[in-house]
């Protein structure tokens, strides 16, 4: 089953747009990590976010968290067109140390 | 610079075959998983190693074994291809920490079972 949901599932804007992705997760988590995937590669990861945390930055990316929703954002401000990817939403659960489960993606297309 | 290696990138084999897929990493990482990925479903976890010789089923394990003879190494076999296992199917480790645990991927290996 799948912990996380990406929404929207695909996303185009144009180069110097902000691009703003949603996951929502079913279970009480440790924490919540982005990914991303230029095509037909592997996953990188991107930034991590602890369940006691609310917000973090790391470059043009920034991430929120509400454990009261289940919900976090993924924001990407001033887009380029190398942004271009898929992104993926990645938790461990509470009662699993070991294992990320990850949503199915949103496809981000930048446009020069 | 870590690195998870695939030793495959492509590969076609026919229903029925043995496969292996094998992935090494060179960060003395004690976790391993193998992963499939497809088109609208995401990410889902095949099998996870988090000693050598250890092993833990995924989501999905049916149709699939490993082995993990060596720290650095994580082989993932599936005994009888068929044409539903063709997918992307990605090799990660990480380290043994209980929390904060960044995976790192190799490159995917892309198998086509004809």
């Known amino acids: 089953s799948q912990q996380g949901e990406e929404d929207p599932q695909a996303l185009s804007i144009q180069e110097g747009e902000n691009a703003t992705m949603n996951c929502s997760y079913k279970?009480?988590?440790?924490?919540l990590q982005w990914y991303r995937q230029n095509s037909g590669r592997g996953l990188v990861h991107l930034i991590l976010?602890?369940?006691?945390?609310r917000e973090k930055h790391s470059g043009r990316l920034r991430v929120t968290l509400d454990t009261s929703k289940k919900s976090s954002s993924l924001l990407i401000t001033a887009s380029r067109a190398a942004d271009t990817a898929s992104y993926f939403c990645?938790?461990?659960?509470?009662?699993?140390?070991?294992?990320?489960?990850f949503g199915s993606g949103t496809q981000l297309t930048v446009l020069p | 610079d870590v690195k998870v290696t695939q030793s495959s990138r492509y590969l076609v084999k026919r229903t029925g075959e043995k496969v292996f897929l094998e992935c090494v990493q060179d960060?003395?990482?004690?976790?391993m998983f193998w992963y499939r990925q497809d088109p609208g479903l995401g990410l889902r976890l095949i099998y996870f190693?988090?000693?050598?010789?250890?092993?833990e089923k995924g989501d999905i394990p049916e149709g699939y074994s490993v082995s993990r003879e060596k720290k650095e190494r994580f082989s993932l076999i599936l005994e009888s291809a068929s044409t539903n296992q063709t997918s992307m199917y990605l090799c990660?480790?990480?380290?043994?920490?209980?929390?904060?645990?960044?995976?790192?991927f190799g490159e995917g290996s892309w198998l086509t079972v004809v």
């Open positions: 990660a480790s990480s380290q043994r920490r209980s929390s904060g645990n960044t995976i790192y």
């Open positions: 279970t009480s988590i440790n924490n």
């Open positions: 976010i602890r369940s006691n945390e």
């Open positions: 990645a938790s461990i659960s509470s009662g699993s140390a070991r294992q990320l489960t």
């Open positions: 960060m003395d990482h004690e976790n």
């Open positions: 190693s988090y000693d050598v010789k250890m092993k």
